[in-house]
């Protein structure tokens, strides 16, 4: 049973537009949450994150917003660029499982120029 | 630059021959990490190191070990790799298993079972 679901494998977006990832979680213990990108070749590298304390974290170009009520999170990306194309994890933390991280699929983001 | 390293890049191995995965980090972190991830799949935790002391995952197979010499070094042997074991393998590290502290990859290790 998957506990971290990213249901979009791919998103294409224009270069400029708004690029939206989608992450939903079953785990209401999940008390943290981060995003992840990841280039070909590479390992992923820490994006994002956000406290389930909080609804909304900003940083540059990336926000990411929770809905725990819908157990939802999605990383906005304003505008995209090229350079954003990579592949999005998103994972969440469990304080009562040691604090592990579980992670989603990933979605895979092209940013056409 | 401080950076979590793994050798080798790419590993062919027979199917049923021992291989070990080697990870390496410069950042003095307490806690190491190995994962396994297949191809559009989410990056599944086998065990992972809090300074010395080993904490496996219920569902990692028995064929999976690991060895922390150290704080900088931490190994992944496959005892009898089959070709189901095919896969990245990427080492992490933190300073502590959950908290705020986010988990720094190293870039994997793509492994093929002939």
């Known amino acids: 049973d998957q506990q971290v679901k990213q249901n979009s494998p791919s998103l294409s977006v224009q270069e400029g537009r708004i690029s939206i990832l989608n992450c939903d979680y079953t785990n209401s213990m999940f008390d943290y949450f981060l995003w992840y990108k990841k280039y070909p070749a590479e390992g992923p590298t820490f994006l994002i994150s956000?406290?389930?304390?909080?609804d909304k974290n900003e940083d540059g170009r990336f926000t990411v917003f929770l809905n725990k009520s819908a157990k939802h999170l999605s990383l906005h990306i304003v505008p995209s660029q090229p350079g954003d194309s990579a592949v999005y994890f998103c994972?969440?933390?469990?304080?009562?499982?040691?604090?592990?991280?579980?992670f989603g699929d990933g979605t895979t983001l092209t940013v056409k120029p | 630059d401080a950076m979590v390293i793994q050798n080798p890049r790419y590993q062919v191995t027979q199917f049923g021959k021992p291989v070990t995965l080697s990870c390496s980090q410069t950042l003095n972190h307490n806690v190491m990490y190995w994962y396994q991830q297949k191809s559009s799949q989410a990056p599944k935790l086998l065990f992972h190191?809090?300074?010395?002391?080993?904490?496996n995952e219920a569902d990692t197979p028995d064929n999976f070990q690991s060895r922390r010499p150290n704080t900088s070094f931490c190994f992944l042997d496959i005892r009898s790799p089959g070709l189901g074991d095919a896969a990245m393998y990427l080492c992490?590290?933190?300073?502590?298993?959950?908290?705020?502290?986010?988990?720094?990859f190293g870039p994997g290790t793509r492994l093929t079972v002939l």
């Open positions: 956000i406290s389930s304390i909080k």
């Open positions: 994972a969440a933390r469990d304080p009562t499982n040691a604090g592990k991280s579980t």
């Open positions: 190191y809090y300074d010395k002391d080993f904490n």
């Open positions: 992490a590290t933190s300073r502590s298993p959950g908290g705020t502290d986010t988990q720094y």
